[in-house]
């Protein structure tokens, strides 16, 4: 069953179960992938679904911090919990040392020698870590396997 199949599943469970919460996350983020989807018009695969819940959760998290720092405690604990929602998408993330291992294996693998080929690693570790890793962790380890 492709990830996009088990969201669409999972918002029939949530309906089912009168879990108005969660539905509504499910709907925001069924809607964004139908947005790209008519956007691009594309068929969704995997990584691309897994690269709509990587940008939703970087707006919940730009979010709560926004909301924390006006004082606005019940907004940021909604946003909390449909980042908690979010998650549940994501495949198991690769920890720090691992993400620094596969970067440097792709700096070797391309011989790239400083941070003028910045660009070109990037787009390589994207094409390879996409959704495995966070594209934040991943420049830091890239910048740092380029300046070392």
């Known amino acids: 069953m492709s990830l996009k199949e088990q969201i669409t599943e999972d918002m029939k469970n ?3 179960a009168k879990d108005v919460e969660r539905l509504g996350t499910i709907r925001l983020l069924l809607s964004a992938m139908k947005q790209k989807e008519v956007d691009e ?5 995997d990584v691309a679904v897994i690269a709509i819940v990587d940008k939703l959760i970087k707006q919940r998290k730009d979010s709560i911090a926004a909301f ?5 405690q019940d907004l940021a604990d909604k946003e909390k919990a449909e980042m908690a929602v979010l998650v549940g998408y994501l495949p198991a993330r690769m ?10 294996a792709i700096v070797t693998e391309l011989g790239a020698k400083g941070p003028g080929d910045m660009g070109k690693v990037m787009g390589a570790v994207k094409a390879r870590l996409a959704g495995k890793a966070d594209m934040g962790e991943v420049s830091a380890a890239v910048k740092a396997a380029l300046t070392a």
């Open 14 to 16: 949530a309906m089912r």
């Open 41 to 45: 018009r594309i068929e969704l695969d």
């Open 68 to 72: 924390e720092q006006a004082a606005r």
């Open 95 to 104: 920890s720090a040392q691992e993400v620094a291992t596969e970067v440097k």
